[in-house]
Structure formats: structure tokens, C-alpha cells
């Protein structure tokens, strides 16, 4: 997969992101660290450069650039169980 890397200025921060294929094929993106910050799209890189996007609009508020400063995960893992 390739991404344009141009230099951000919120240095190399790493997000967390949630990535499903729903029931029509799409791939629907959310990053759980801001409220609503969620997209979609019909292939994987289509779903990642929008998600970019919306969170470039979500960091234009000086509330969620303290999030984001603020947020140093030490570990993130994903789990999934079967009911």
C-alpha cells in the first residue's frame, strides 16, 4: 500500500484506527481516539486517505489537538471474541 507521506505538522503521531468491511463491500475507518471521527470508502487506501482528511478537519479545534498531544499510548492491542 502506498500513502503520500507529506510532512505533517503534528510531527509522526500514531492513531489508532478500527478498519471493517461491511455487508456492501466498503471499508468503514474510525479513529476512536476523537468523537465521530469515522469514514468510509470502497477500497482500504480510499478508506485511509479519508480518514486523513477527517482528521485533519478535527485537529483544525484546539480541543482535539490537546488530545492528540496528550495521547501516548504505551500498548494497543485489538481483541475480538465469539459469542
Known amino acids: ?28 475507518v474510525e ?3 476523537f468523537e465521530g471521527c469515522y469514514t468510509q470508502g470502497k477500497t482500504l ?3 485511509l486517505k479519508n480518514i486523513r482528511e477527517v482528521i485533519e478537519l478535527i485537529l483544525e479545534e484546539e480541543e482535539n489537538r490537546k488530545i ?5 499510548p504505551r500498548e494497543i492491542s485489538l481483541h ?4
Open 68 to 72: 492528540l498531544h496528550s495521547y501516548k
Open 31 to 33: 479513529c476512536p481516539l
Open 45 to 47: 487506501d480510499q478508506a
Open 80 to 83: 475480538t471474541i465469539t459469542l
Open 1 to 28: 500500500m502506498v500513502m503520500n507521506r507529506k510532512a505533517s505538522k503534528y510531527g509522526k503521531a500514531q492513531l489508532p484506527l478500527f478498519v471493517e468491511k461491511d455487508e456492501d463491500g466498503l471499508y468503514v
